[in-house]
């Protein structure tokens, strides 16, 4: 079998945080790397927003090393936009920065990443039904609590992940028809025993 090919993916630091903690930013992010290169037009169509407002973030997230031009795409003085990374990974002392700015920025960050992901779930919750039967038996929306060790967790999560990763893998060499993209979310996160 062949070795899976790790996606590229960006650690986010002080500086790119802050340029990545927009509203804005973070979907014209998501909708780059989730559907692939567009135009600013096409992003505020998709967005609701202004082409404007869109070209000028689009502009601030390639300062930031997020996007970058896609130039085989484009015809004349039209410009196409896409992700240069899959994923983005931040690291929680972010959140104990000693400057304010980084750890409110790197709050931000993360309840608009759990925004999103509640955004896609009602999105799916809510157009379940203009898919097949097939599709709506393979959805999934559970939980479950565990009672873990902070370490146990940690390996729970990397085990989670690898076997997200394999499937990667294996979606990238199938022709199946059949297949859609499929978006998996995974929380992991202590709650209170009261």
Request: hydrophobic share 35%; net charge negative.
């Amino acid at each position: 079998m062949k070795e899976p090919t790790p996606p590229k993916v960006r650690d986010l630091d002080a500086r790119s945080l802050r340029g990545l903690a927009h509203p804005l930013r973070m979907r014209l992010l998501d909708a780059l790397r989730f559907d692939g290169p567009a135009t600013a037009s096409q992003l505020a169509e998709k967005l609701g927003e202004s082409s404007g407002a869109t070209s000028y973030h689009l502009r601030q997230l390639a300062a930031h090393g997020f996007v970058e031009d896609v130039p085989e795409r484009g015809k004349g003085r039209e410009r196409w936009w896409g992700a240069v990374y899959r994923g983005l990974t931040i690291d929680n002392a972010l959140l104990e920065d000693q400057d304010p700015e980084v750890r409110g920025a790197a709050d931000f960050y993360l309840h608009e990443v759990a925004t999103s992901q509640m955004r896609n779930l009602s999105t799916w919750l809510g157009s379940r039904h203009d898919w097949s039967e097939e599709w709506s038996r393979a959805a999934d929306l559970s939980s479950d609590t565990l009672r873990l060790t902070p370490e146990l967790a940690e390996e729970l999560v990397d085990k989670m992940h690898a076997l997200v990763a394999e499937y990667r893998d294996l979606a990238a060499t199938e022709n199946d028809p059949r297949a859609e993209r499929v978006r998996v979310h995974t929380h992991t996160f202590p709650i209170s025993s009261d």
